[in-house]
C-alpha cells in the first residue's frame, strides 16, 4: 500500500473523543469531615438586612421567582443605606456574633474534654435504641397471640 494510509493512521490524526464521563476529582484523605455540632458562623449585617429586605420585596414582586433579582435589588438597596440606617442591621449581627462566640467557646470546651463524654452518649443511644427494639418484639409477639 504504497502512499495509502491505512484505517489505524487515520485514526490517530483524529481527535478522540471519550464516551466515559470523567471522574469527579477525589476529595483529598487528610481532609477532616465537618462536626454537625458545631455552631455556624453568625450572619453579617448585610445578611442580617437581606432577611428582613426578602420579605418586603417578595410583598411588593409577588410574580418575581428570580433569587438574584432579589439579590441585585437587596445589594443596590444596601448600597445607598446611610450608615445611620444600617447601624440596627449592625448591632443585631453584633449581637449574633457575640452568641456565636459563646457557643463556640462552650463548643470547644467540649472539643477538649475529648471523646469520653461522646462515647457516653452513643452508648446511651445504644442502650435506648436496643430498648425500643425490645418493646417492638415484645409488641409484635402480643399481635401474633391475638390472632
Known amino acids: 500500500m504504497k502512499g495509502g494510509k491505512s484505517k489505524a493512521d487515520a485514526r490517530s490524526t483524529k481527535l478522540s473523543v471519550s464516551k466515559k464521563p470523567t471522574k469527579a476529582p477525589a476529595k483529598k484523605a487528610g ?3 465537618k462536626d454537625p455540632n458545631k ?3 453568625p450572619a453579617s449585617a448585610f445578611f442580617v438586612f437581606m432577611e428582613e429586605f426578602r420579605e418586603t420585596y417578595k410583598k411588593e ?7 438574584a433579582a432579589v439579590g441585585k435589588a437587596g445589594g ?3 448600597k445607598s443605606l446611610s450608615e445611620s440606617e444600617k447601624a440596627p442591621y449592625v448591632a443585631k449581627a453584633e449581637k449574633r456574633k457575640v452568641e456565636y462566640e459563646k ?3 462552650s ?3 467540649r ?3 475529648g471523646p469520653k463524654a461522646e462515647e457516653e452518649e452513643e452508648s446511651e443511644k445504644s442502650m435506648s435504641e436496643v430498648n425500643d427494639e425490645d418493646d417492638d418484639e415484645e409488641g409484635s ?3 401474633d397471640d391475638d390472632e
Request: aromatic share 8%.
Open 31 to 33: 481532609k477532616a469531615a
Open 39 to 41: 455552631p455556624k458562623r
Open 61 to 67: 414582586h409577588p410574580k418575581n421567582k428570580s433569587v
Open 76 to 78: 443596590e438597596r444596601w
Open 103 to 105: 457557643d463556640m467557646k
Open 107 to 109: 463548643y470547644n470546651k
Open 111 to 113: 472539643q477538649a474534654e
Open 141 to 143: 409477639g402480643e399481635e
